[in-house]
Every structure is written in C-alpha cells, then in structure tokens.
C-alpha cells in the first residue's frame, strides 16, 4: 500500500460494555484503522503522538496506519547485512548464475563499509572471502563454513549498520566509495564500479519497499555521483581485417588435432559475429548448411561458464537464453557460403555431441575459455608480426566478434541489420561500435563529394 498524507483522526469512542472502553479511530487514505484502549489517558495519548505526526507533516502507511518515523522505528533493528542476506534470498531462484556471482560480488565489496566500529575488524581478505563465499551464496547456507569465517560472519552480524542510516548521504557515500576500490585499495574498473552500483541501487530499491525509511525515496538518487569513464568502445586497433582474420583461422588450423577441431569454432566468432558462449552452445538442429549458397544459423542459447558453486545443479557451465533476449527467443544469422562449407566439413569430420553440439572437449565436455584460449595465444604468436602481436589487434578471442560486425558495417550493411545479426540494441551498436561508425560515415561523405563533383557542385 502508498504512502499518503491524507490523514483524518476522530474523538475518541467510549464503549462502556467492552473490556477496553476507549476506542481511538482514524482513517489513512481509504483504509480504516483503530485500536482500543482501558484508560482514556493511554488513547488521548496516542492521539495526540498521530496529531503530532501529522502537523510535523509525515506521511502515513495505509496498510498499517502508521507514520513513517514509527515505520523506521519498527524497522530499525534491520541491519545492512540482514537485508542483504534476504535480497540474496528474493532475487536468487531466478537469477542467472553469473548473476549470483556478481550479486557476492557488489555486496562483498560494499558491506564490509558500512560498521559501526571498527575494533575487532577481521582483515579485508577473509571478509571478502566469509561474505563472498558464504554469506551471499545461498547455495552453501547449509554448509558449517570454517571458524575463521563463521567469527567473521558474527562479527558483521553484530557491527553492521542499521539499514535506516542509509537515508544519510554521507553513509551513502562510505557504500560508493568503497565500490570504487578493488581489495587492494587501487581504483576498480570503471565497469565493474558501474556494475555493482547498479546492484546497490536494486538493493536499497528493496529497502524502500519494505518501508525501512522515512521517505520512498531511494537514497542513492539524492547523492550526486559521477560513474567513472568507462572505453565501451571497440578500439580500432583491436579489430583483424579480413585478410588477417584469414590468417589467424589458418593459424589456429595448423595446430595439429586441436586446432582443427576449434578452426569452425572461431570462425563462428567472426563470420556470424556470435559470443563465444553462444558457439560453445551451438547445435547442428540449428544450422542450416545448404549444399550451395548462403545458410543460416539460429541461435537460441549460451553456455556460459559460473562456477559449480552459484549454479542449481552443481556444473561449471549453465544454459541460458540468448543475452537481452525473452526465454525461447531466437537470432537468425546468415552466414557466408565458405563459411557454410567449413561448417559442414566440420560436422562431417568431428560429428556432433549426444546433445548435438558442434564443438566439444576431448571428453566431449563443454569448451573452456582456457583451452581455447591457448589455441588462439598461439595463433597469435605464430601467425602476427612482432609489431601486431604487441598491440591490442585480436588478442582476445571476442575480437573476432567486433571484427564480424565492423566488417559488415565497413560494408555498408544498414546498422540496424548489424544489431539485429549481433543481438545488439542499436543504441549498444553505435555506442560500442563509434569509431568504426566514423570511419565508414567518412567514407560516405567522400562518395557524396564525388557524385557532387560530378554534377559540378561548389565544394
């Protein structure tokens, strides 16, 4: 129920047959509220504390008919790290793995800020470990933790904050400042910083839904904070043309079994510009690789790797939806002739996993980011000049996806069908996707000064 300030209080109603005579009445919004009383003394009272709330201009719960002061009151033994182990209970059942691991994550580095006292303060780094391991992960709420962390975990249970001094700005303030650090006290990464603000907005967003202040004002909103610059945009230098995308695939082809076996695998990356946990997901009822021609491949999932200790069934890995998509959603994307040949020589080659997978370990596991990740280390090194494998060109395997999709941009593919193929909004393309954005609206400009000069046009 909303807060109001439409409040209306009666005379106090004498009942003579009841066992508590005195019976006090006032409305909040359209609800009806009352609560009887022995002695006319204690309803006057009571009155007059709801009389007085009111002129000092405080709104009023309509479900529960109190004032907002009494509300916090109520509400007051509520700690920080209470309401932090119950926004882990709410949000975790439906929450992705690796959005489990980033909610340990935020609340791990923001908690340990927000005591009362310092003394007996457990060092940063079992802190880190008791919350981070134990007291976010509900999958290990069961489990006895060890006695260095059940002590650090009392210990927060005793010094944590009242949720409520959290209306204050400058307590505020501790929480940013603290999400803008790494352990060792050197500044975080502007996304990481980004990231786990967002979960304290959604974590004192809950705060005031649960009326623990005075006010249903998230406190966050009333501190100015400025979000550190954060280079979303892919760097030119970082993207392969497509002679040295080329290379690099034969380079990755000429490491013996392996090698050959992650050559389509990579070649998903660039050519249909997908997430290397969407390749690692892909399954042949999802291609479609006609004999000559353009195919096509719909993708429908990621396997994207967490850890055993934040998934539901105890693997590395989960499946997930396609990322900003609806569960079942899908993205069509064409993909060349060549690379339709390469893909069907795989499947020819390699077969499929039991589950229809085309990419696989030795085991016939899911791939890791390790192993693939020394294959193309090694491509890399193998294939680049010393000049080139000293920058950031393609050092990392989602690179061949920014390659993907500023090759198709570079020529002249709409922007709207790049965001499509790269399951992108086309606000996240042209912020992400900038400078190369620049270098083909130049060329646009030179084209037009030619057909200009052609029909004679003043420059």
């Known amino acids: 129920m909303p807060l109001t300030y439409d409040v209306r209080l009666y005379s106090i109603e004498v009942r003579r047959d009841r066992p508590k005579p005195y019976r006090l009445r006032w409305v909040v919004g359209q609800r009806k509220h009352s609560k009887s009383y022995q002695l006319k003394a204690q309803a006057d009272g009571r009155r007059s504390e709801l009389m007085a709330a009111v002129r ?69 780094a079992l802190l880190r470990r008791a919350l981070y391991g134990w007291a976010y992960n509900r999958n290990r709420w069961n489990e006895e933790p060890p006695e260095d962390v059940a002590q650090a975990l009392r ?49 004192l967003g809950l705060a005031v839904e649960e009326r623990y202040f005075t006010m249903p004002v998230n406190p966050l909103t009333t501190v100015k904070w400025v979000a550190p610059k954060s280079a979303e945009e892919v760097d030119p230098q970082s993207v392969a043309n497509p ?14 079994p392996r090698g050959e076996h992650l050559e389509a695998f990579f070649g998903c990356l660039y050519y249909a510009a997908m997430r290397p946990a969407e390749a690692t997901a892909l399954r042949d009822s ?19 790797r967490a850890g055993r200790n934040w998934t539901d069934d105890g693997s590395a890995h989960e499946m997930r939806h396609l990322k900003a998509r609806a569960v079942k959603d899908s993205r069509p994307v064409p993909i060349p002739p060549h690379f339709v040949r390469l893909l ?44 080139e494998h000293g920058s950031l060109l393609a050092r ?55 057909a200009l000069r052609e029909w004679n046009e003043p420059e």
Request: aromatic share 6%; glycine share 8%.
């Open 56 to 124: 000092r201009g405080e709104q009023f719960d309509e479900e529960k008919g109190l004032p907002t002061s009494e509300l916090r009151a109520l509400q007051g033994s509520i700690t920080w790290y209470a309401h932090t182990r119950a926004y882990i209970d709410r949000k975790w059942a439906a929450a992705p793995a690796k959005s489990r691991k980033n909610y340990a994550d935020a609340l791990a580095t923001i908690t340990p800020a927000l005591v009362k006292s310092a003394a007996g303060k457990p060092d940063a």
């Open 344 to 387: 069907r020589q795989h499947i020819a080659t390699y077969g499929v996993a039991p589950d229809g997978r085309l990419f696989r370990t030795s085991r016939g596991g899911l791939l890791q980011e390790t192993g693939y990740g020394e294959v193309w280390a090694r491509a890399r090194k193998e294939v680049l000049t010393a000049r």
């Open 396 to 450: 990392r395997p989602y690179d061949l996806r920014h390659a993907g999709v500023s090759f198709w941009l570079s020529s002249g593919v709409e922007p709207m069908e790049c965001a499509r193929r790269a399951g992108h909004t086309i606000a996240v393309l042209f912020r992400v996707y900038a400078k190369v954005l620049a270098q083909t609206q130049q060329r646009a400009n030179d084209r037009i000064d030619a």
């Open 286 to 304: 999802q291609c479609h690789l006609p004999e000559t021609g353009w195919g096509a491949l719909t993708l429908r999932e990621g396997a994207v």
């Open 243 to 256: 002679r040295q995308a080329r290379s690099l695939l034969q380079g990755v082809r000429e490491q013996g």
């Open 155 to 203: 210990w927060l249970e005793k010094n944590s904050l009242p949720v409520s001094a959290l209306e204050d700005a400058a307590t505020v303030r501790l929480a940013l400042d603290a999400l803008g650090l790494k352990i060792d006290g050197k500044p975080a990464a502007p996304r990481t910083a980004r990231r786990k603000r967002a979960c304290l907005s959604d974590v």
